[in-house]
Nanobody, 120 residues
């Protein structure tokens, strides 16, 4: 049971990247998914989240209007489309899946992260 991120890389300021978070061994139907990031020397920062039903999304103020979180249940994958990237977006991006309240015991899965580097 795991989540695996992919899609990171090096991009110039103003460019775009798309990240993917794929679930293995479980389905996102029962999980809310959140993208976090951590820059060197910084704390983990919530970037964007999508509810279990996919109806609700939340974004950090720093990425509103530039990033979009979405999911494809048929592919058991959550995406993070990042546009108008800035050097300040440089970080390792992590995917977290958190189980719905009705699942017992609760579970939370973290990926290993994918590096995003934005050059100026």
């Amino acid at each position: 049971v795991q989540v695996v991120e992919s899609g990171g890389g090096l991009v110039q300021s103003g460019g775009s990247l798309g990240l993917s978070c794929a679930a293995f061994g479980f389905t996102f139907d029962d999980y809310a998914v959140t993208w976090y990031r951590q820059a060197p020397g910084e704390e983990h920062e919530m970037v964007a989240s999508i509810s279990r039903t996919g109806e609700n999304t939340t974004y950090a103020d720093s990425v509103k209007g530039r990033f979009t979180i979405s999911r494809d249940i048929s592919k058991n994958t959550v995406y993070l489309q990042m546009n108008s990237l800035k050097p300040g977006d440089t970080a390792v991006y992590y995917c977290n899946a958190r189980s719905a309240e009705y699942l017992n015991p609760p579970s939370s899965y973290w990926g290993r992260g994918t590096q995003v580097t934005v050059s100026s």
